[in-house]
C-alpha cells in the first residue's frame, strides 16, 4: 500500500499533465485490444492505485495479450508465468546457484523481478509456491539466500483463474485473496468487437511479434501515481467508505437476518485502504481532482467481491456475493 499525500489541493493545470499521459496510454492501448473497456479501467486503475489485481474467466479473453500490451504502452518490463502444480517458489523470486569458474554463489533473480508481472492460472500453483508471492506483492521484495532484493517500480501483479477447470486446481487461501485490489470478472466480446479481433488478426495487429509504441514512460506511471495521491476525498466519504466495510461485517442489522446468514467473513480494512486507493485513481481517470460518492459504487464489485466471503448455503442458493454488496450498499446512506 503506497503512502498519500492529500493535503496539497490540485486544480486543473495540476491534472492537465496527467490527463496527457492518460489519453496517450488509453490510445496506445486501444490499438491492440478490442473493446474490454472494464478490464482496461481495472488494469488502470490498479497500475496507478500501485496495487494488484485478479482475472477470472473462461480461456481467450486476451488477459495475456492485455497484461503485455499494458507493459508496451508504458515501456515497462514484463514476464508471464505459467502456474503449474509442480512450480517451485524459487521459479517466481529466484535463487542461488553455485558458479564454478568463480567458486563462489551467485543470486539469479526470477521473473517476478519485472515491472507487469502475470501469473497466469495462479490457482493451478500450490499453497507453498502461492504463498511466495505474498512478499512480493505486500513488501515489495524478495529474499533470496537471506538477501533483500527490492522490486521495479511501479510493480504490478496480473493473476488469472479459470473458473470452470477445478481439477488440478487449488482455491486461493483468503490471505492471498486480500492482497489483491481488484478482483475482475472478464466476459465475452460482443459480436460486433469479435468481428473487429478477426480483421485485426487479418491485419497483423494481434500478431505475437507486434508490439504497440510506448505511449508513456515508467517516469509517467510514477507521475500519475503521484497524482492520485492527492486527489481529494472527503471526510463524508472516508465515513461513506467505512461505514460499507462495517456492514459486510456486520450484516444483520443492515440486511435482515434471512440475507445475513448466507455471509460467512465481511471485508477487512484492507477493503477500506482499497476503496480509498481506487476511487482515487478513477477519479484521476474521470478528470476530476476530487473523489465522489459514484466511485465508491462503481469500484464496489471489484473491491469487493473477493472480500466478502459467502456461506456455502450462499453456493447452494445461487446467491452472489454481487447481489449481497449491492444489498450492502442499498442500505448505507449515499453522502
Known amino acids: 500500500m503506497r503512502m498519500t499525500d492529500a493535503t496539497t489541493p490540485l486544480d486543473d493545470a495540476g491534472l492537465a499533465p496527467a490527463r496527457d499521459i492518460i489519453d496517450r496510454i488509453s490510445t496506445a492501448y486501444a490499438a491492440k485490444m478490442v473493446g474490454q473497456d472494464r478490464l482496461r479501467t481495472s488494469l488502470l486503475i490498479a497500475l496507478i492505485a500501485g496495487g494488484h489485481i485478479l482475472l477470472e474467466s473462461v480461456p481467450g ?81 524478495t529474499t533470496i539466500g537471506g538477501e533483500a532484493h527490492r522490486l521495479p517500480r511501479p510493480f504490478l501483479v496480473i493473476a488469472t ?37 478477426l480483421t485485426r488478426i487479418d491485419s497483423g495487429a494481434l500478431d505475437p511479434d507486434h ?20 486527489i481529494h476525498v472527503s471526510e463524508a466519504i472516508r465515513n461513506y467508505i467505512v461505514g460499507l466495510a462495517y456492514v459486510t461485517r456486520n450484516p444483520e442489522p443492515y440486511l435482515g437476518g434471512d440475507r445475513a446468514r448466507y455471509i460467512k467473513y465481511g471485508a477487512s480494512p484492507r477493503a477500506s485502504i482499497g476503496f480509498l486507493q481506487a476511487s482515487r485513481a478513477l477519479a484521476l481517470l474521470k478528470g476530476r481532482a476530487h473523489v465522489l460518492p459514484e466511485d465508491v459504487r462503481d469500484l464496489r464489485h471489484v473491491v469487493l467481491r473477493h472480500r466478502v466471503l459467502l456461506t456455502f448455503e450462499a453456493e447452494a442458493d445461487g446467491v452472489r456475493s454481487e447481489d449481497l454488496i449491492d444489498e450492502i450498499f442499498g442500505a448505507v446512506a449515499t453522502p
Open 211 to 230: 508490439h504497440v509504441e510506448a505511449a508513456a514512460s515508467l517516469a509517467d506511471v510514477e507521475l500519475l501515481q503521484r497524482t492520485a495521491a492527492r
Open 161 to 197: 483463474q479459470n473458473p470452470i477447470e477445478q481439477e488440478g486446481t487449488y482455491e486461493l487461501p483468503e490471505a492471498q485473496l486480500d492482497r489483491f485490489l481488484l478482483k475482475e470478472i472478464v466476459t465475452y466480446p460482443s459480436p460486433q468487437e469479435e468481428a473487429e479481433v
Open 61 to 141: 479473453l486476451a488477459k495475456t495479450t492485455a497484461a503485455a500490451t499494458l507493459a508496451d504502452t508504458v515501456q515497462g518490463s514484463f514476464r508471464r508465468i505459467q502456474c503449474t502444480p509442480d512450480l517451485m517458489p524459487s521459479d517466481i523470486t529466484g535463487t542461488q546457484v553455485y558458479d564454478a569458474t568463480t567458486g563462489a554463489f551467485r543470486t539469479v533473480l526470477g521473473p517476478v523481478h519485472a515491472n507487469v508481472v502475470l501469473l497466469d492460472e495462479i490457482n493451478r500453483s500450490s499453497a507453498k509456491t502461492q504463498s511466495a508471492m505474498l512478499e512480493s506483492m505486500q513488501e515489495r521484495q
